[in-house]
């Protein structure tokens, strides 16, 4: 059984255009997670959600929207890619926060190119 | 402000060598959490160990090894007797009690040579 799921796996766009990255996790955690690692493997946190509301927004333009439907989805929807957005995007989640030391349990990645 | 330092940025040994990937980290709170994750080829980030600033016991796993040591604000990962399968990225990270904000090291690519 997958932990925590992302889909889709690879996304391969446009500038200009919006999308979503969905993420579920099944390990009835409380708090969840989206990353981003670039080009170099800089992981670099960009949002935290608690039970659905939002903990961590870590300076990420507003081009960048979390949704969290229920305390086991939290979607990313990207507005007007850009060529810096390409990376791949982690999406984790924890029993506990961050502030807890809460072990973050990580999705597989999605990987977004734009071109 | 908090910082990890992972300096080694690849390893290239020979299997069955013994490696230890270093992470030095700074912080100015008493309570925090330090983390090793692992990434294989594969791409996924695989969670290998938590330690908090009040244990400073050594853990062993295994092959897998870690020395935390205050007095040098260092958290080493030693792999005994490596394998072709350990050759990944390795990323050392901290979550100070006082911040919500993970701070991931650069990583150690580990390549290990059949």
């Known amino acids: 059984d997958t932990a925590v799921s992302q889909t889709p796996k690879y996304l391969v766009t446009q500038m200009g255009n919006d999308k979503s990255i969905k993420c579920e996790q099944n390990?009835?955690?409380?708090?969840m997670y989206w990353y981003k690692q670039d080009s170099k493997k800089f992981l670099k946190i960009m949002f935290s959600?608690?039970?659905?509301?939002?903990?961590i927004n870590e300076t990420v333009p507003n081009r960048f929207s979390p949704k969290s439907p229920d305390k086991a989805h939290l979607n990313l929807h990207i507005n007007s890619l850009e060529l810096g957005d390409s990376a791949v995007y982690f999406c984790?989640?924890?029993?506990?926060?961050?502030?807890?030391?809460?072990?973050?349990?990580f999705g597989p990645g999605t990987r977004l190119l734009v071109l | 402000a908090q910082k990890v330092t992972q300096a080694q940025t690849e390893i290239s040994v020979v299997e069955k060598e013994d490696v230890t990937l270093d992470c030095v980290y700074e912080?100015?709170?008493?309570?925090?959490?330090l983390f090793w994750y692992k990434q294989p080829p594969s791409g996924e980030l695989v969670f290998l160990i938590r330690r908090n600033s009040f244990d400073e016991q050594n853990e062993i796993s295994g092959r897998y090894s870690w020395n935390f040591q205050k007095s040098t604000s260092s958290f080493n990962f030693t792999i005994t007797a490596s394998q072709v399968v350990d050759s990944a990225v390795y990323f050392c990270a901290m979550v100070s009690g006082g911040s919500y904000i993970p701070t991931f090291g650069r990583g150690t690519s580990l390549i290990v040579h059949p």
């Open positions: 390990l009835g955690h409380d708090t």
């Open positions: 912080t100015r709170d008493t309570t925090y959490y």
């Open positions: 959600y608690n039970n659905k509301e939002l903990i």
């Open positions: 984790a989640s924890s029993q506990e926060g961050l502030a807890r030391g809460g072990t973050q349990y």
